[in-house]
T-cell receptor
Framework: GAGVSQSPSNKVTEKGKDVELRCDPI?????LYWYRQSLGQGLEFLIY????????KSGLPSDRFSAERTGGSVSTLTIQRTQQEDSAVYLC?????????????FGPGTRLTVL | AQSVTQLGSHVSVSEGALVLLRCNYS??????LFWYVQYPNQGLQLLLK??????LVKGINGFEAEFKKSETSFHLTKPSAHMSDAAEYFC???????????FGDGTTLTVKP
């Protein structure tokens, strides 16, 4: 079956531009997560969706970051006015139910480079 | 809030040697614990998880981990390393109601021939 997919796989943008990253979770998975992985760093939690609502947005680094999820499926992470420190791999994961005890299935990530 | 610490950002072992990757957690309530592996140029995948059943958990590819409440640890072991085990390993912790897991900084495992 299809896993979690993310697009684009790579994105190079100029400082100050807006970018949109897309995540398609596994069909039927109600929970969806966004993480950021910088070079040599662990996974930094950004936001978590249960259905279309986001009970936990605590990890969004600034108000330049926003995310939405529609139809309990696809999610987009938007970064406005990108900065060089936003360069990282952005990972999306989904799980069958709550992520407390359920396995998270990860996508391959989007590598964002801000010049 | 829960947290996890992985001791040693890089571990190097010889092929056939014991693999031991350390993870300590902090949680005020009983935790759920996970180990994920990220092979080069691939996404993370679950190795094993502890959800308050048996304290010794067996996972894929011959890995296992033991939950030790007294030591707040969940170390990952494999008796004999293979070259194919070279990857980055992440420990994660969650608690009931959190809805999400908190990940450690990862440990890169190198296997020498």
């Amino acid at each position: 079956g299809a896993g979690v997919s993310q697009s684009p796989s790579n994105k190079v943008t100029e400082k100050g531009k807006d970018v949109e990253l897309r995540c398609d979770p596994i069909s039927g998975h109600t929970a969806l997560y966004w993480y950021r992985q910088s070079l040599g760093q662990g996974l930094e939690f950004l936001i978590y969706f249960q259905g279309n609502s986001a009970p936990d947005k605590s990890g969004l680094p600034s108000d330049r970051f926003s995310a939405e999820r529609t139809g309990g499926s696809v999610s987009t992470l938007t970064i406005q006015r990108t900065q060089q420190e936003d360069s990282a791999v952005y990972l999306c994961a989904s799980s069958r139910g709550r992520g407390d005890y359920n396995e998270q299935f990860f996508g391959p990530g989007t590598r964002l480079t801000v010049l | 809030a829960q947290s996890v610490t992985q001791l040693g950002s890089h571990v190097s072992v010889s092929e056939g040697a014991l693999v031991l990757l350390r993870c300590n957690y902090s949680s005020s309530v009983p935790p759920y614990l996970f180990w994920y592996v990220q092979y080069p140029n691939q996404g993370l995948q679950l190795l094993l998880k502890y959800t308050s059943a048996a304290t010794l958990v067996k996972g894929i590819n011959g890995f296992e981990a033991e939950f030790k409440k007294s030591e707040t640890s969940f170390h990952l072991t494999k008796p004999s390393a293979h070259m194919s085990d070279a990857a980055e390993y992440f420990c994660a912790v969650s608690v009931s109601g959190a809805g999400k897991s908190t990940f450690g900084d990862g440990t890169t495992l190198t296997v020498k021939p």
